[in-house]
């Protein structure tokens, strides 16, 4: 999955963008209270240890 996608998801689950950073931008979903960081290299694919601990943080 690359970042771009992962993006989607998280904003199809509530994530709005909270802040930005100089490589990474922070979402935060207000209903649940979580906050998640997501890479800005949106054409690269997401490592799959990674990828695997953000959807379980973002639910899908």
Request: aromatic fraction near 10%; charge should be positive.
């Amino acid at each position: 999955m690359k970042w771009s996608e992962l993006v989607k998801k998280a904003k199809e689950k509530g994530f709005v963008l909270a802040k930005h950073g100089k490589r990474h931008d922070q979402y935060k979903n207000e209903k649940t209270g979580k906050t998640v960081w997501l890479e800005r290299h949106f054409s690269q694919e997401v490592k799959p240890s990674l990828l695997k601990d953000l959807k379980k943080i973002i639910g899908f």
